[in-house]
């Protein structure tokens, strides 16, 4: 009563907790479905009809529930379904989901019914739900119709004879109908074959009579698989598949809808041939198929390059070349100068254009300038060229040779300013020679000469002082360059031949590969502060202590390993041996030293674990490379055994330890004793190991478990 009081939101609010909830644990499925199933009916609003029939088809599709929960599962799911699908007037994504769900369901109810024939319920609400689907198929929107194709492929899979390939893959391909007794109760081998082989007729039908790529690709794409698993219905789809022309629609005026139509289904059909072809070469209908896609192709090009012919003749209906002529040598006309003045851009002009001459190139960028002018130059003729050249050369030879212009007195410039042009004449008599005498000794002296050298002299010019380099400032750009170097490895493919000398000693920069730049990282990392580190008072990991180049290299390897770190894993153990040679050689020198290798090594461990699941390879291949084990770093495999679901991946990958690895055996060991009596889930497994390699900490446990629960009997 509590949910019917709910308003809607509410309730979609709850069930999407609840959908969360079955995410993450699956075997929630059934119980939550069961509840849904009430709320979700005929008469239930339509959000959460359309929550819950999507919910339904998601609960079925999913490969993480098994199949045996399924099949107890659709017996009531099918009521549900069928009052759903029986409304005439149900929403379109209703109807989908609910279609999506019966294709899954299907079948799992003919298993269902096969191994329990006494459950003839079952079955005929799977016929009267299978019934009202093939009823609805034409005339539903084409969203439904994909739906109703996709169960119409899961109908003849179910009941048509399969050819044993798809054993292997379990789920619904291994249905079929040679699992069908011949005298069961229910169903009737004759029967259900002869219904699969007419709803593969309709579906082939779809291939002749419809023109909606939608539906033509869904069928199409739903033939693959009923022709590799179904071999006595191949013959039939594949002459189907000869017949069909995707290229009707070219009968009619093209549209651009008619175009993406038409795409779609020649490149559809196009790749369903080749890749049939590609499966089975030895096919008798291979050269007929490998015509049938050349025709197709060509049929295809001559389509779209004659619209676009008759596109291009529309547009010029006069035959103009839109092209640019090429022109040769003998076409280029260089006019000759013309009457003086001449300014240094009408010498290089060699066209008669007023206005593209009187352009202001300079408002064009330097860079579009340069990049037009190297385009040009590298596209031109050679002779045009030379042509062009000689004719400048003519002109400059021309203007040096012509004879310099007399100044005519009458014509000449006066040397005075605007401002002068009119004349006044002073009315006041005259100076004599003394006073003009007098005037130009009184008047200041020009020094000319003395400016024009200090205009034609060397000036001295000096640089502007660098800024001051400060550690951070280096710290940045070693920062800056260090990212780059990441970006770029991340563009190198990994070599998949040669493989490179390894060891301490190996040449860094021997090749250009990512494993070369990442020894070049590491040894930065490692070698480039060694011997200039000390031991600070504070904490290695306290955030106030100052940063250097050598940590921020960790820093960016670190990201770089878990981007990915099942594909970087070795990146990881390189950096990891560099770090260990590293702290050996510190350890050798007087003084005390930072040592990395123990500190990296855990930051990784922690980076990763939370992320392996138990068929992870990665844990046991990390621990057995590593240069050095110890057991703080086996301690954090330990704490891997909180989670039940690593529990066998943490014991199997200390076993290969003690297996391979003898110097670290006996920390491994004791690991194993500590998991074994911290953790009672693991007691099993771990029980198995001890009892081989230390059967006394077992018969030690058994007996202190006796004395302890001795007295407890006795009270």
């Not at 640019?324 to 040598?329: D, E, N, T």
């Amino acid at each position: 009563m509590a949910t019917t009081t709910l308003s809607v939101p509410d309730q979609i609010r709850q069930l999407n907790d609840a959908r969360k909830l079955v995410l993450g644990d699956v075997k929630y499925y059934p119980s939550v479905v069961k509840g849904i199933l009430p709320i979700i009916g005929p008469s239930a609003p339509i959000e959460l009809r359309r929550w819950g029939a999507e919910f339904l088809a998601e609960a079925f599709a999913t490969p993480a529930l098994p199949n045996g929960e399924k099949e107890t599962m659709q017996p009531y799911v099918l009521t549900t379904l069928e009052s759903m699908i029986e409304n005439d007037r149900e929403d379109p994504q209703v109807l989908r989901s609910v279609v999506q769900t019966a294709a899954s369901i299907y079948p799992l109810a003919m298993r269902w019914v096969i191994n329990n024939g006494y459950d003839t319920i079952t079955w005929e609400r799977m016929v009267a739900v299978k019934q009202k689907i093939l009823r609805i198929w034409d005339n539903a929107p084409s969203s439904v119709r994909i739906c109703c194709i996709k169960f119409a492929q899961r109908i003849v899979l179910a009941q048509s004879v399969a050819s044993g390939a798809e054993m292997r893959y379990g789920g619904a391909l291994d249905v079929s109908l040679d699992k069908v007794p011949p005298n069961h109760q229910t169903l009737d081998p004759r029967t259900l074959e002869a219904e699969a082989s007419g709803l593969l007729d309709r579906m082939l039908s779809v291939l002749q009579d419809s023109t909606d790529a939608l539906v033509v690709d869904a069928t199409l794409n739903c033939l693959s698989i009923l022709i590799r698993t179904r071999p006595t219905t191949s013959n039939r789809i594949l002459n189907a598949l000869l017949n069909f022309n995707p290229l009707k629609l070219a009968n009619s005026p093209l549209t651009p809808k008619s175009r993406v139509m038409m795409r779609s289904m020649e490149k559809t059909s196009r790749l369903l041939l080749i890749h049939l072809t590609k499966r089975d070469p030895h096919n008798p209908l291979v050269p007929r198929i490998q015509q049938h896609v050349e025709r197709m192709m060509r049929t295809m090009a001559e389509i779209f390059d004659g619209s676009r012919k008759r596109q291009m003749e529309t547009q010029n209906p006069d035959g103009y070349d839109a092209k640019r002529p090429r022109m040769s040598a003998a076409q280029i006309q260089i006019p000759p100068l013309g009457p003086p003045p001449h300014s240094l851009a009408s010498i290089f002009t060699l066209i008669n254009h007023e206005s593209l001459s009187a352009y202001d190139i300079s408002q064009v960028p330097a860079p579009l300038v340069a990049k037009i002018a190297v385009a040009t130059l590298s596209g031109l003729d050679p002779q045009v060229l030379a042509k062009a050249v000689d004719g400048v050369r003519g002109r400059l030879d021309a203007l040096s040779n012509a004879p310099v212009p007399e100044l005519n007195p009458n014509t000449a410039p006066l040397g005075v300013d605007e401002d002068d042009d009119e004349y006044e004449p002073d009315f006041y008599q005259a100076e004599d020679t003394e006073q003009i005498l007098n005037k130009l000794d009184s008047s200041p002296t020009e020094e000319e000469p003395s400016a024009l050298e200090d205009g034609l002299a060397l000036k001295s010019f000096y640089l502007s002082q660098p800024p001051v380099l400060t550690p951070e400032t280096a710290l940045v750009a070693g920062s800056g360059t260090v990212s780059r170097v990441i970006e770029m490895m991340k563009s190198l493919e990994d070599p998949a031949g040669k493989k490179n000398k390894a060891g301490f000693s190996r040449l860094a920069a021997s090749t250009g590969t990512r494993d070369s730049w990442m020894t070049i990282l590491t040894r930065l990392a490692t070698r480039s502060s060694a011997g200039l580190e000390e031991i600070s008072v504070k904490d290695e990991g306290d955030p106030a202590s100052p940063p250097s180049l050598s940590n921020n290299i960790r820093d960016v390897l670190y990201n770089y390993v878990m981007e990915d770190f099942r594909r970087h894993i070795d990146v990881a153990v390189s950096w990891l041996c560099e770090e260990w040679y590293n702290d050996k050689l510190q350890q050798k020198d007087e003084g005390d030293r930072p040592l990395h290798y123990e500190r990296c090594c855990l930051r990784l461990i922690d980076g990763f674990l939370p992320y392996v699941h138990p068929q992870d390879k990665v844990l046991t291949r990390f621990l057995s490379e590593i240069p050095e084990l110890n057991k703080t770093i086996l301690t954090r495999v330990k704490q891997m055994c909180r989670d039940p679901s690593v529990v066998q991946l943490a014991l199997t990958s200390l076993l290969y330890l003690v297996m391979m690895r003898p110097p670290v055996k006996e920390i491994a060991l004791d690991t194993v004793q500590d998991i074994w009596t911290d953790h009672e889930e693991a007691r099993p497994m771990a029980t198995k190991y001890l009892s081989k390699y230390r059967p006394g900490f077992l018969d030690a446990n058994r007996d202190t478990n006796g004395a302890a629960a001795a007295p407890a009997i006795a009270a």
